[in-house]
Structures are given as structure tokens and as C-alpha cells.
């Protein structure tokens, strides 16, 4: 095969692309890598599908636990006045509507996968820079785009875990072998390591290998720019849901953080 084929292929994006990424990685990042045009649209609406369909299935569960009256409370619930029991209770009906259930969290989690898309992008981009490597911002983009895949397959497996189990998954990632704190470092070092999993390090592999193909970094460099880039993003995201997770506890009328 000439070189030729590889810079026409990768203006026709399709979806055997997404098997050869998982299967033949090497030959998925070779056509990606080969044109500087936009080539992510497809891993990231399978990817945004994927949430979607989570947070529905998850909706349908809670739901189904509002209707038996199935309630989490605080672990210090019984010592609250009653008056602040009685603000509980509100605070959980009033996020019980599909609004909470369905639309918030939809919203949030396409915020999540294209948000996401684009800082990482971002992030890959410039630290391979400062290493020395020579890719444009298309091609980092599409690398990390196209690296999501296994997060597809992420969601695929948990949606089937709710699906016969019909349970929320409430400890995702490395958090479910570890107890679950209310306050302070260890709450930061919970949220993150529940960000991080089989999938994640399987994205890593993927960039990583995107990254040495197109930017001319050794192995070292390589590794070093994508590592820095994703813990950058997790310590962002363990960090936010500590801070609203410590915002939340200020009140306990506090309709968004249930």
C-alpha cells in the first residue's frame, strides 16, 4: 500500500475505524494521524450516545427506588433536629422529578465527554510541544478523540451491570476497595481514585501510542507528555467533586448535590 491511501482514507472517517482503534490500534492511529482535518466526530458521538444511555438507565433505577421509598440518609441523620430532618426530606423530593433524574444528569455528562475532549486536547498538545514534538492541534485532538473508544466500552459494561443487576453503580473505578471518607485528604484521594481503571490506562496506551506515531517523541517523552496531561484532568476532576461534595455539606437543603 502506498502512502497515498493513508492521507484519503483519513478524510472518510468511518465506523470500521472504531474496531481497528481497539483491535489493530496501530494501523487505526497511522490513518488518523495522517491528515491535520477534523476526524473525531464519530468516537465522540458514540461516546456521548454511551453516556446518555447510562444516565438513563440509571435514572430508571432511581427511580424505581424512589417508588419502593428506598432513601439513602446521612450517617448522622438520626442526630439531626427535626426541623433539619424535615428539610432533608424536602430537599429529596424536590430531586426526585426527571429534571434531576434524567435531564441535569444528561446535561452534565455531554459536558464531561466534550469538555473533556477539549481540554485533554488542549493539554496533549502543549506539553508534547514543550517536549519537542512537532503534531498540530488537529492531530492531538484527534488522537485524544479517537483514544475514547475504550470509554465507550466503559459504558457499554456498566450499563449492562445495571441492566442485570439493578443496581447504581455507586463506587466507580479503584474506590470500590477502598472506604468511603466524609471530609478532608482522604475524600480528595477517594474522588480520585474512582476516576481511574482499566479503561482510563487503556486510553493512556492509546494516546500515547497516537502521540509517538505523528509528533516524533521518543517512548520516554511520549509517555511523560501524555501521563502529565491526564493527571493534570484528574486532579481537576477529583478536585471538583470535592469541592462540591464540601459545598454540599454546608447545607442540608441542598437540592443539587444528592
Known sequence: MSDIPYAEQSKRANLSWTTDAIFHPFRAFRRITATTTNVWLIPLALLSVAVVISVIVAGNLKHQAELTGEIT????????????????????????????????????????????????????????????????????????????????????????????????????????????????????????????DIYLIWQILLIILGIRISMGLTKTKATASVVISILVILLLKAGLSYLIGALGNLNITRPFFF
Do not use: C
Open 73 to 196: 440518609y446521612p450517617p448522622d441523620f438520626q442526630y439531626y433536629t427535626p426541623e433539619q430532618q424535615a428539610q432533608f426530606m424536602q430537599a429529596i423530593q424536590s430531586t426526585q422529578g426527571p429534571v434531576f433524574t434524567y435531564v441535569l444528569p444528561g446535561i452534565t455528562s455531554l459536558l464531561g465527554v466534550w469538555l473533556g475532549w477539549l481540554i485533554l486536547g488542549g493539554l496533549v498538545h502543549l506539553v508534547t510541544t514543550l517536549f519537542g514534538g512537532r503534531g498540530s492541534t488537529a492531530i492531538s485532538m484527534n488522537i485524544v478523540a479517537w483514544a475514547s473508544l475504550p470509554l465507550v466500552l466503559r459504558e457499554l459494561v456498566q450499563i449492562i451491570y445495571m441492566l442485570v443487576e439493578k443496581k447504581i453503580i455507586t463506587s466507580p473505578g479503584l474506590s470500590g476497595f477502598i472506604m468511603p471518607v466524609e471530609s478532608g485528604l482522604s475524600l480528595f484521594l477517594y474522588h480520585l481514585v474512582s476516576l481511574i
